[in-house]
């Protein structure tokens, strides 16, 4: 079964600085896609990026990057120039084979002024 | 499109009562998904259906039951309530493609019960 690892239940960053939130996944598939969701204070669950497990190249948006290292099952996320707005709970996610999605526990980020 | 949509926002139920969580998405996505979130954890799947009349079991199914007549609900229904089932609870649909996993959540249910 697949398994995902969020191994920092907190992390912090003052405003304008980059910070890495990590992730380690368990899975025996070739083919995958991971994912990484922000859930800010209301709920919602927002999604922030996506990588293709059979792509090399790592997926970016805007500020936001990932680091994919297939081989090592590590699925890191970057966030540069912080944003106060960026403060939320952040969960990593493999995409199952069912079209399910199997979350971390995620990580509490908070964004200092 | 009002995306996917979940009603109540907020239930309190007594142990042993029954309620209904209602998903209503209107964007045409066969997949479907039920998860539940405990407090400083992630999401962990209940249910899910990939299409009308089709629903499946997921991690966490005991205490829950679902049905699937259209395309665009997927209702939650809890039987039995205990208070192991207080928790926030979402849905979510995605493309008809499982293979591409991106999945768009409703705003979540938060039930208590006491």
């Known amino acids: 079964a697949q398994t995902v690892t969020q191994s920092q239940p907190e992390m912090s960053v003052q405003e304008a600085e980059t910070v890495t939130l990590s992730c380690t996944y368990d899975?025996?598939?070739?083919?995958?896609?991971l994912f990484w969701y922000k859930q800010p204070p209301s709920r919602q669950m927002i999604l922030v990026i996506r990588?293709?497990?059979?792509?090399?190249q790592n997926a970016t948006e805007n500020r936001f990057s990932v680091n994919f290292q297939k081989a090592a099952k590590s699925f890191s996320l970057k966030i540069s120039d912080s944003q106060l707005g960026d403060a939320a709970m952040y969960f990593c996610?493999?995409?199952?084979?069912?079209?399910?999605?199997?979350f971390g526990k995620g990580t509490k980020l908070s964004v200092k002024p | 499109n009002a995306g996917v949509t979940q009603t109540p926002k907020f239930r309190i139920l007594k142990i042993g009562q029954s309620m209904t969580l209602q998903c209503t998405q209107d964007m045409n996505h066969n997949y479907m998904y039920w998860y539940r979130q405990d407090p400083g954890m992630g999401l962990k799947l209940i249910y899910y259906?990939?299409?009308?009349?089709?629903?499946d079991k997921g991690e966490v199914p005991n205490g829950y039951n679902v049905s699937r007549s259209t395309t665009e609900d997927f209702p939650l229904r809890l039987e039995l309530a205990a208070p192991s089932q207080t928790s926030v609870y979402f849905c979510?649909?995605?493309?008809?493609?499982?293979?591409?996993?991106?999945?768009?959540f409703g705003p979540g249910t938060r039930l208590t019960v006491l």
């Open positions: 899975t025996s598939e070739s083919d995958y896609y």
């Open positions: 259906s990939v299409g009308a009349g089709i629903t």
């Open positions: 979510a649909s995605s493309y008809p493609d499982p293979f591409y996993n991106e999945q768009f």
């Open positions: 996610a493999y995409g199952g084979s069912q079209g399910n999605l199997i």
């Open positions: 990588q293709e497990a059979y792509k090399q």
